[in-house]
């Protein structure tokens, strides 16, 4: 069996997948979320850094666990090196990866393929939707570390991408978990907050009056005022599953707003892809998708499988036999 592995090592999560060198399907994942301690919001770099060492070796087994190590030859290895794919983009955190990538690769004497972690998330999201064509395309990445509209076409080495517009301050990923924590609940807190939401039922429905404001100014979307907002409202012991409800709906106001932008600018794109952590979030993909089919009849909009939506391995893999089986 010959196999491509790909190595993430991002912000919240160390991950590792094999995919298949003959046909490029998944043969098996492994993912772990890094600890963050209760009432963080996060960690610091050298933290995560540090914690991504501790857990590649067990995560590594329990990818190995759905591989039958014997007769396996690996053809190659992907890793992510930066969280975008320009030169100036760097993360501390990445190196972990990068330095178990590099010693895997020279010990198994196989070529090793420096990717993005913004490309991974591209690629998963093209493997779960079957999505290959080489037009370009509208791309939204939103995640604990990026709210970025882009104009991304695939090429042979990953994707060739134009950034279009990201946030002024605060991520969409940094407005939840902010939120979130200030309610009580775990960080990442993305999954928490929508559970909140949706046990709540008629009362998240109803006309409570408090609502968040959706800033966006061409492609640039802000969270700050809303997160400050929402903050005020914990304070001022507004419901919980209210001002969950109103995080989501000003961050589904704000892509459909950003998405409009860009369709308007960019035209040849007739698909937008939406990708990363925040958008596992059923209810925000439902209204946007809802919105952007009154406003934007014409764009097809396509959402990443919610488990490949969030931090993993499986695009950066796919990218590296992408790579490799262009050079074979």
Known sequence: MELVLGIDTSNYTTSLCAVSWSDGRMVAEARK?????????????????????????????????????????WRGVGVSVRPRPLASSYMPVFLAGT??????????????????????????????????????????????GTSDVLLARRTRFGYDIESLGSSSDLNAGQFVDRVGVALGLPFPSGAHLERLMSEAGAESEGDSGFRLSASV???DMSFSGPCSAALRAVGAGISAPI???????????SLVKAIRNAAMQRPQAATCILAGGVMANEWIRERVKKR??????????????????SDNALGVASIARRYLCSHT
């Open 217 to 219: 100014k061409g492609c």
């Open 99 to 144: 330095r178990y990538a590099e010693t895997f690769a020279g010990l198994c004497g196989i070529p090793l393929v420096r990717t993005s972690h913004q490309e991974g998330h591209l690629a998963a999201a093209d493997y779960s939707l079957c999505a290959n064509e080489d037009a370009p395309f509208l791309a939204i990445h939103l995640s604990g």
């Open 243 to 253: 001002i969950a409800r109103a995080v989501f709906s000003s961050i589904a106001n």
């Open 292 to 309: 952007l089919s009154i406003e934007v009849p014409h764009l097809r909009v396509l959402f990443a499988e919610p488990t490949f939506s």
């Open 33 to 73: 979320l890094l600890p963050v301690a209760s009432g963080e919001r996060g960690l610091r770099q050298s933290d995560a850094l540090f914690f991504h060492v501790q857990q590649l070796p067990e995560v590594t087994s329990l990818l190995m666990r759905s591989i039958s190590a014997k007769g396996v030859a």
